[in-house]
Nanobody
Framework: QVQLVESGGGLVQPGGSLRLSCVASGSILYINVMGWYRQALGKERELVATMDSDGYTSYGDSVKGRFTISRDNAKNTVHLQMNSLKAEDTAVYFC??????????????WGQGTQVTVSS
């Protein structure tokens, strides 16, 4: 059984910073892509940032230049450094691990989500 556990969400003022972390646990052999998505109230889930095992990154247009994704393949962890936060960044942030290989399966997994609120 593979689980993703996020941490680091919370309340921050506009212009502030937060760092999200996600750890994947279980009998994992390999993870292709790890990343973050977010879902604001009443909106669809959207891409924030992803990184594959070779370090190739992809960012949503609204976070480019403000957010930075990093990853530790050996520890199956992914981080999201969020700077210059805006009210519109308020959302539940979900960790995602795509093409997670175990001895028996190759699957996509989601974390439970962590709330980020940007407000004065």
């Amino acid at each position: 059984q593979v689980q993703l556990v996020e941490s680091g969400g919370g309340l921050v003022q506009p212009g502030g910073s937060l760092r999200l972390s996600c750890v994947a646990s279980g009998s994992i052999l390999y993870i292709n892509v790890m990343g973050w998505y977010r879902q604001a109230l009443g909106k669809e889930r959207e891409l924030v940032a992803t990184m594959d095992s070779d370090g190739y990154t992809s960012y949503g247009d609204s976070v480019k230049g403000r957010f930075t994704i990093s990853r530790d393949n050996a520890k199956n962890t992914v981080h999201l450094q969020m700077n210059s936060l805006k009210a519109e960044d308020t959302a539940v942030y979900f960790c995602n691990a795509d093409k997670v290989a175990t001895m028996r399966t190759l699957k996509n997994y989601w974390g439970q989500g962590t709330q980020v609120t940007v407000s004065s």
